[in-house]
């Protein structure tokens, strides 16, 4: 059965960065794109990134651009977002979500990572 | 970025109520959209997909209707396990984006 074991919870100071790591297993790792989705507490949610596991071309929204890295190894089907220049804003719980045959929307999704900046 | 707004943003119901959830593209999606369950502490879980599909899985009493800028979700007979946040997703660009949610509570 497919499965998304996301790595565990992080603790970070503000400026710092935090690399997330998300393992799949269960289906071909290569054949379905990888999106990054965040939630705030007590908020919605936030598309962030989506990665392509077979050549590993990566998208970002605008408003991470410059402070998301997307990559991933297919040795491992895992892929990894590193979040930098953290602020206290980004404290969240982080969700990678496998994307349905490449449409666009996501079928399966990870238990999440809460990463919580403080100083 | 296309925009998507959600009404209501919270929806008091009782069990065995007819549910119904508005989704609202900020520009024509066409049949790009799909609805989410998400209860606490938990993962979303999709329920339907390209605006009325409904994923393998999910009760039938889940419906989804609509295209271009308005979208519905509809539970037909609201049961104990559907008190949740429901999100709408649009995937017709490729910066996705989600509605705010739409919280239903006792």
């Known amino acids: 059965q497919v499965q998304l074991l996301q790595s565990g919870a992080e603790v970070k100071k503000p400026g710092a960065s935090v690399r997330l790591s998300c393992k799949a297993s269960?289906?071909?790792?290569?054949?379905?794109?990888m999106h990054w989705v965040r939630q705030a507490p007590a908020q919605g949610l936030e598309w962030m990134a989506i990665?392509?596991?077979?050549?590993?071309?990566?998208s970002i929204a605008q408003q991470f651009q410059g402070r998301v890295t997307m990559t991933r190894d297919t040795s491992t089907s895992t892929v990894y977002m590193e979040v930098s220049s953290l602020r206290s804003e980004d404290t969240a719980l982080y969700y990678c979500?496998?994307?349905?045959?490449?449409?666009?929307?996501?079928?399966?999704w990870g238990q999440g990572t809460l990463v919580t900046v403080s100083s | 970025d296309v925009q998507m707004t959600q009404s209501p943003s919270t929806l008091s119901a009782s069990v065995g109520d007819r549910v119904t959830i508005t989704c609202r593209a900020s520009?024509?999606?066409?049949?790009?959209l799909a609805w989410y369950q998400q209860k606490p502490g938990k993962a979303p879980n999709l329920l339907i997909y390209?605006?009325?599909t409904l994923q393998s899985g999910v009760p039938t009493r889940f419906s989804g209707s609509g295209s271009g800028t308005e979208f519905t979700l509809t539970i037909s007979s609201l049961q104990p396990h559907d008190f949740a946040t429901y999100y709408c997703?649009?995937?017709?660009?490729?910066?996705?984006?989600f509605g705010q949610g739409t919280k239903v509570e006792i």
């Open positions: 979500a496998r994307d349905s045959w490449n449409t666009g929307y996501f079928d399966y």
């Open positions: 269960g289906y071909t790792f290569r054949s379905y794109s």
């Open positions: 990665i392509n596991p077979s050549d590993g071309s990566a």
């Open positions: 520009q024509s999606i066409s049949s790009w």
């Open positions: 390209r605006a009325s």
């Open positions: 997703q649009q995937y017709n660009s490729y910066s996705r984006t």
